[in-house]
């Protein structure tokens, strides 16, 4: 009688394990299996990160094997089980992959194909063909759409974290609880101190420090000591933060009524200013997202404001960026004059920090939530529900996706839901997060997701017109790193334009993410979260840097701002403790990170794709190598796009 051997690796993290009775049946071309019972007396199976091997008779000839069945039956009490792949010996022997990489819950069961990558028109065969439908007819009663907030990308059906398809749950909810994370960021900074006076102002800039000492790091410690310097300012559109605004000025705006007299002192070309633009050496930021969304009104003890900057920002001889005006609301007029570096030290000042808030509110809402969280977390629902896992386009994304789903659910459940943590220090809490996102949809273009084509939008592009951009330099080198890795994955099986339009899973998938992502627009990735969220600690720790809210409104006139009016106008004690926590909490990598070109889960088991994957992982080993020797001796490295600092996912 035909004997198989049977391998069954569990996976290694924790839980994964299971005392539950686990049956297999082998599906081929001439037949089927009876159930086995895999099982070693006195010997404890399935046990976390083991991989156990069985011998496998059968009565028959099942000639190609082209399933394999698994079910788990309850031992004693209910023990979920994480099987990461089976592999099959036949008795002529062939050597079959059968990735599965998913939980089995309860008493359930798992249908598994072997792992070579299947587009739809490729299986012929009626077993094959129906278990690719029922498996996306069972995925989409498990993924489900949801219409979060009226204009929003839809997100998943889920509540909470524990209503999600288990897998996409993390393994362990503790370590992305926001509140806990929050509490134990408080505690580790050595902030608690501070929390009984909450609503106290401080003293002075010098005060801030008394929270910030404790965790100080090369880029913080550097922009606590140079935050006031126009360049330090300048600086900033490109390498901080939110490095996605910033463009070059081809004509001035009527409503920022800016004159060659005003800015005559800054200009150093002995050219107009008119003559400065045309050369492409005026830049513009501008913050009319924010013209009337409404400031935090939760707590009705503490008042506080928002405004609508515009900023001005010129190239010098140095190729160095630096302010020249800001207006701080959007309709010009002698209440909204337009500040100067010429003018008072602490209007100038006091100018460049409600931009610098500005700057902060559309970062952490529109750059980080909607354009990296809520956008990827479409592209996961849309895989899940189109596109089967032996389909390669699934397999090639499925890494890419991973807890993406469970943080955002996570976030809506405690962080940006209503009394959410996010309303606890920030000015567009308690609604004005949602009006931002409302607004910020109107832009959301397939074009501007792509990297270069987004650069080039804002006339960004030129290194040599623009020089240390390292946003952009690093990220062009990871983009073309990744577009090279995924179009030579997708030549393997895609051979022709016409092979992907008559790919019906393929184009379910593209319409989902337009339908529900980009809301039916018709004129609408990882590294970029990287970019604009690991360095928020960098640059937003120190409190007057980035205020997360403003307790006045912006001044509206010239002459009358004094240091004791802007500490007034900071965060007080309490939100600049809770602010500290935050970004110190969403900068941290995860247990055990995966980055850029890490693919532990063999989805694949091609050659073809195992070679690709290996030359991915030395292009991207090349950029790091350039971004490290760029970045030697910098007194402010840029790293964020470094590949190994690239999570694979978007996850915290």
Request: charged share 25%.
């Amino acid at each position: 009688m035909p004997s198989y051997t049977v391998t069954v690796a569990t996976g290694s993290q924790w839980f994964a394990g299971t005392d539950d009775y686990i049956y297999l049946s082998l599906v081929g071309s001439a037949g089927c299996s009876e159930k086995h019972l895999l099982d070693k007396p006195f010997y404890n199976d399935f046990e976390r990160g083991a991989v156990d091997s069985y011998d496998v008779t059968v009565d028959e000839e099942l000639g190609d094997i082209q399933l394999v069945k698994i079910e788990k039956r309850k031992y004693w009490l209910h023990d979920d089980w994480y099987l990461k792949y089976i592999t099959l010996k036949t008795p002529f022997g062939d050597y079959i992959e059968f990735p599965c990489y998913r939980w089995i819950a309860g008493e359930g069961e798992i249908v598994l194909r072997d792992g070579r990558a299947k587009l739809a028109c490729d299986d012929q065969i009626h077993i094959l063909k129906q278990h690719r439908r029922k498996e996306l007819e069972t995925r989409q009663k498990q993924y489900r759409w949801m219409e979060w907030n009226p204009g929003f990308p839809l997100s998943i059906d889920a509540k909470c974290h524990k209503d999600l398809p288990r897998d996409i749950q993390f393994d362990s909810e503790k370590g992305v609880d926001f509140v806990l994370n929050y509490s134990k960021a408080i505690e580790n900074l050595f902030i608690n101190c501070f929390m009984h006076m909450f609503q106290s102002s401080w003293n002075d800039f010098a005060d801030f420090e008394k929270i910030f000492v404790k965790i100080s790091n090369t880029i913080s410690e550097r922009v606590m000591n140079h935050w006031q310097e126009d360049l330090m300012f300048g600086y900033q559109f490109l390498n901080g933060c939110n490095p996605v605004l910033i463009q070059r000025c081809t004509q001035l705006p009527e409503k920022l009524p800016v004159t060659m007299e005003m800015v005559e002192c800054s200009l150093e070309r002995q050219l107009t200013l008119q003559q400065e633009v045309e050369q492409g050496n005026i830049f513009i930021v501008d913050y009319e997202l924010l013209d009337g969304i409404d400031a935090n009104k939760t707590d009705p003890n503490t008042l506080q404001f928002l405004a609508a900057p515009i900023c001005l920002l010129y190239k010098n001889l140095a190729n160095k960026i630096v302010p020249i005006a800001i207006q701080l609301n959007q309709v010009p007029g002698d209440e909204n004059p337009i500040f100067l570096p010429s003018d008072a030290k602490y209007d100038w000042l006091l100018a460049k920090i409600w931009v610098r808030s500005s700057d902060f509110h559309v970062h952490q809402t529109v750059t980080h939530l909607l354009r990296t969280h809520l956008v990827s977390e479409v592209f996961g629902i849309a895989m899940y529900r189109q596109l089967p896992a032996v389909h390669p386009i699934f397999k090639l994304l499925v890494a890419h996706v991973r807890f993406t789903i469970a943080i955002n659910t996570k976030a809506r459940e405690q962080l940006i839901c209503e009394y959410g943590l996010f309303d606890k220090a920030n000015a567009t809490g308690g609604g004005g997060h949602v009006q931002m996102v409302q607004r910020a949809m109107q832009d959301l273009t397939y074009s501007s997701l792509c990297f270069p084509e987004a650069i080039k939008a804002r006339g960004m592009d030129s290194a040599e017109d623009i020089p240390y951009y390292f946003y952009r330099d690093d990220g062009l080198l990871v983009w073309e790193a990744i577009k090279t890795f995924m179009a030579e994955v997708v030549g393997i099986y895609y051979k022709s334009d016409q092979v992907v339009a008559e790919d019906q899973e393929l184009q379910n998938f593209v319409n989902d993410v337009y339908v529900y992502g980009m809301r039916g627009k018709k004129a609408s990735a990882s590294a970029q979260h990287a970019a604009v969220n690991f360095g928020q600690y960098d640059w937003c720790s120190w409190i007057p840097n980035a205020p997360p809210t403003m307790r006045a409104p912006p001044p509206t006139a010239k002459g009358m701002v004094t240091i004791e009016q802007i500490v007034a106008t900071l965060p007080d004690r309490g939100r600049s403790c809770w602010h500290l926590g935050a970004v110190w909490a969403l900068s941290q990598f995860q247990e055990n990170e995966l980055f850029l070109g890490m693919y532990p889960e063999e989805h694949f088991v091609e050659r073809p794709v195992k070679e690709a994957m290996a030359q991915f992982r030395k292009n991207l080993d090349a950029v790091v190598r350039v971004i490290a020797e760029r970045n030697k001796n910098k007194k402010l490295p840029y790293y964020y796009l470094s590949p190994d600092r690239i999570p694979n996912s978007v996850a915290i």
